[in-house]
């Protein structure tokens, strides 16, 4: 009989701990914390829907922008090709054309002699 007595007692301390702790919560009214759990869930949702817009939008943004600098690589690309003469975008031309030891620049003083010259001087 002592025991059932007991067990009683800490029953009704638990519910009224948790009634304690839900008035605390949520406020004494039922209906009020329905329409408090409600508007809390919308809330939720229009942030959760808020940021999930921002990353698309956020993601489209970089996509377009790197896209668009794609695009204007490829049309400096294309218009270095059109400057360019057509043996060196063949890969047939060297580079820039460096003389050897022998070579004789016929303006230059002393054309005769094996070494260029450079400049106004002797």
Known sequence: MASDYDNQLIESVTVRRHRLLTALLFGDN?????WMDSLRLFILS???????????VG????????????????????????ILPADRQQ???????????????????????????YGTGA
């Open 59 to 82: 993601y489209s943004f970089v996509t377009n922008l790197l896209a668009e600098n794609r695009a204007k690589q490829e049309q400096q690309t294309g218009q270095l090709r059109q």
């Open 91 to 117: 890969g047939s031309w060297p580079g820039p054309h460096v003389p050897g030891p022998d070579a004789r620049w016929p303006d230059a003083p002393g054309a005769g002699s094996s070494t260029p010259r």
């Open 30 to 34: 039922p209906n009020e914390r329905r």
């Open 46 to 56: 229009v942030a959760a829907a808020a940021v999930i817009a921002a990353v698309c």
